[in-house]
């Protein structure tokens, strides 16, 4: 199925490094968490605790994958895991990490949700 | 209202995205405008 | 943080999860004021005149306070007409400062030129003008004389301002149904999104449902042009009762109604959605202790909700599965039983259950009226009154002018 014009095409690298998307807020739930994007106004639905945990560090590793396994997703669920960054790379929900991890987050004008930072 | 237990009906899935939904697929999308009682 | 109760399921679909709660509602909608410069025949709210109970500014900080710690990702602003409150731009401010976005929903009356460029750099604010017809003609019946062209001036404000996507809601009537064609040409023309939402029979809309909801007919067309030309239209999932006709339309296609999104009024009365303005519907306030947290975590009648709801004699219709016994409020307020066909139900059968029901007894009505008691400038025509002159931009009271007005 062909992706929506709004979406270019992101091919997904998981030996690249990721960070949250900066139009993006996540909000934990007991399910997991919410997500949503300012920009598209897509709203994701994360279904485990783990991704959720993944997708929340992933600045902090120097690959996706090394985001993965320090969040202890067994071997087994890797590859899910894998493709559940990708289905959230193609809605632009993470970004590739260009430069080294930021301590200040070059926003848009007006703050956003960051929900989940101190 | 009325609370009375219903027999499991097939609900209807969220219509697909950019990908069919997968059932193992840890990430579901919907839109902001798919939700009923906003202006 | 709401309790994970014993069964919750893990995994699964989204929908399965809001009948064990969600932390904080998706969206929701919060109506400032009750006070507004129009007098629409079928207004949601019963708009018109300030309710003196209304919050003040530090108890609207408040609850923006409460929507941040809670993380709701973004409020629906409306009223009445909320600029006219005039702490309106200090909340706006406020609100994306705390980090809650903010669509805010207008007639346009205050959006003049300095507003849309102040609007057109401000991120996180989604403006969304109401309009219901392509034409004057077919707008200001409803919504009153003049009120077309405020809202195009201020779509024309905000255009030249350099905004986009700025959102035109239309409310679907028998009246402007053959103009979707009309509304896409003209919201493209502004560089605007089109959304289309569905007319239901709340507040004064009551009093105009039967002659002015769309027909069946209207209805089927309606919905072949949302599958045809509806990719960019928004539409609030408010016509899901219509994906009974066949392919569903985009959307979670069920009521959110205190599940995923709830409304508070302007007195901090928070009700289960806007279109349920009763006291049946009404869940806490946020001025009592625990404040919106606590309605919405705790309160009984959204317990309610989110269970499992029966859907009577609905269930046993091969088009439940789409429709799920359609719009709560629609039934609600034609005094049709809330577990059998939403009245615009499109197998007829909500028709039929319109016909049977009691003539003797009067559906129900909110004790809640906050409507202009007297003749008011510009005011709609639908119904018969005299047309008078619509107020100027800089009047805030649609009643200027009138003890004594000449023109």
New interface residues.
């Given amino acids: ?1 062909a ?2 014009p709004e ?1 270019t095409a992101v091919v997904f690298d998981a030996a690249l490094p990721w960070q949250r998307a900066r139009a993006v ?1 996540l ?5 997991g968490a ?1 997500v ?1 994007s ?1 920009a598209t ?8 605790k783990q ?1 959720v945990t993944v997708v929340q560090t992933l600045a902090d590793h120097p690959s996706a994958t090394a985001a993965i396994e320090a969040s202890g997703v067994p071997e087994t669920q890797r590859a ?2 894998v ?2 960054l990708a ?2 790379a ?2 632009h929900m993470i970004e590739e990490r260009t430069s080294v991890p930021p301590t200040t987050r070059e926003l ?8 989940g930072n101190p | 209202m009325p609370e009375t237990p219903q027999t499991e009906a097939p609900v209807l899935e969220a219509p697909a995205v950019e990908e069919p939904l997968v059932e193992e697929s840890l990430v579901e999308e919907v839109s902001i405008d798919g939700m009923c009682g906003v202006y | 943080m709401t309790a994970v109760l014993p069964g919750r399921p893990v995994g699964g679909r989204l929908v399965d999860q809001f009948e064990y709660g969600l932390d904080a509602p998706i969206c929701l909608t919060w109506e400032l004021t009750y006070a507004c410069n129009l007098a629409c025949v079928h207004c949601l709210s019963s708009s018109g005149r300030r309710d003196p109970r209304e919050l003040s500014t530090a108890e609207a900080e408040r609850v923006i306070d409460e929507l941040q710690r809670m993380q709701v990702f973004y409020v629906n602003v409306g009223g009445g007409e909320p600029t006219v409150r005039p702490d309106f731009w200090h909340l706006l401010d406020y609100a994306v400062g705390h980090d809650v976005g903010v669509k805010f929903s207008t007639n346009g009356i205050k959006l003049s030129k300095a507003r849309a460029a102040q609007l057109a750099r401000t991120d996180y604010v989604d403006v969304q003008i109401s309009l219901d017809g392509a034409t004057a003609e077919v707008n200001d019946r409803v919504r009153g004389a003049g009120s077309f062209a405020t809202a195009t001036r201020a779509l024309e404000n905000l255009a030249e301002a350099g905004m986009r996507d700025m959102k035109v809601s239309v409310v679907v009537t028998r009246e402007n149904a053959g103009q979707l064609d009309a509304f896409k040409a003209l919201t493209d023309s502004y560089g605007a999104q089109l959304r289309l939402t569905r007319l239901r029979p709340s507040g004064r809309g009551a009093d105009v449902w039967g002659s002015l909801h769309p027909t069946q007919a209207q209805q089927r067309n309606l919905y072949q042009w949302l599958l045809a030309h509806g990719e960019n239209v928004l539409t609030g999932d408010s016509f899901f009762h219509l994906s009974a006709f066949g392919e569903a339309l985009p959307g979670l296609n069920l009521c959110g109604a205190g599940r995923v999104v709830c409304l508070i009024d302007p007195v901090g009365d928070v009700y289960a959605c806007p279109f349920a303005i009763h006291e049946n519907f009404l869940a806490g306030n946020v001025r009592h202790e625990g404040g919106f947290q606590k309605v919405w975590q705790e309160s009984e009648l959204f317990a309610d909700l989110r269970s499992p709801q029966t859907g009577g004699a609905c269930t046993k219709c091969a088009h439940f599965d789409a429709c799920r016994g359609g719009c709560m409020a629609a039934k609600f307020f034609t005094g049709l039983p809330l577990d059998g066909p939403d009245p615009e139900c499109v197998q007829g059968y909500g028709e039929t259950a319109l016909a049977a029901r009691d003539g003797g007894r009067a559906a129900p009505k909110s004790s809640l009226d906050h409507s202009h008691t007297g003749p008011v400038r510009g005011q709609p025509t639908l119904l018969g009154l005299p047309a008078m002159p619509p107020a100027k931009i800089c009047e805030e009271s649609p009643l200027v002018g009138l003890d004594g007005c000449t023109t």
Avoid: H, I, N, Q
Avoid at chain 1, 42 to 48: E, P, V
């Fill in positions: 199925m992706p929506p979406t807020a909000r934990p739930e007991p399910f919410l949503y300012f106004r897509k709203l994701s639905f994360l279904k485990s991704l899910a895991y493709k559940a289905d959230l193609r809605s848009a004008a007006g703050p956003c949700a960051e929900a």
